[in-house]
């Protein structure tokens, strides 16, 4: 028994209670403890199930991240030869521009 108590001491303490509260409000106030432990129940278990489902999307995000980070490491940029130099990609003069602009 918790705190050295026997059943004298438990019966004495259950006599007093219903003196405080009476015979009629305690099984109301069971039922209203009952109500509140299965909605704390409830939300702790929600909770949980929310939290292992945050986990999962992050692993997924984790997951094709990743795969997006293999794809683009696979495709090797095109190598130059030696004596190659690359070409710089130029626009255009404007004079040119205007020209095709004024037949079209």
Same mark, same amino acid.
């Given at each position: @028994?918790? !705190?050295? @108590?026997?059943?004298?001491?438990?019966?004495?303490?259950?006599?007093?209670?219903?003196?405080? !509260?009476? *015979?009629?409000?305690?099984?109301?106030?069971?039922?209203?403890?009952?109500?509140?432990?299965?909605?704390?129940?409830?939300?702790?278990?929600? @909770?949980?199930?929310?939290?292992? *489902?945050? =986990?999962?999307?992050?692993?997924?995000?984790?997951? *094709?991240?990743? $795969?997006?980070? $293999?794809?683009?490491? =696979?495709?090797?940029?095109?190598?130059?030869?030696?004596?190659?130099?690359?070409?710089?990609?130029?626009?255009?003069?404007?004079?040119? @521009?205007?020209?095709?602009?004024?037949?079209?």
């Amino acid at each position: @028994m918790p !705190f050295n @108590m026997g059943a004298t001491e438990l019966l004495i303490i259950a006599g007093i209670i219903i003196l405080l !509260f009476g *015979a009629t409000k305690l099984p109301q106030m069971a039922r209203s403890l009952g109500q509140s432990a299965r909605v704390f129940k409830s939300e702790a278990r929600g @909770m949980k199930e929310d939290e292992e *489902a945050a =986990k999962r999307e992050k692993s997924e995000q984790e997951q *094709a991240s990743e $795969a997006r980070t $293999a794809e683009s490491a =696979k495709a090797e940029p095109q190598q130059l030869t030696s004596g190659e130099q690359p070409q710089p990609q130029v626009a255009p003069p404007i004079e040119d @521009m205007q020209r095709h602009n004024a037949k079209n």
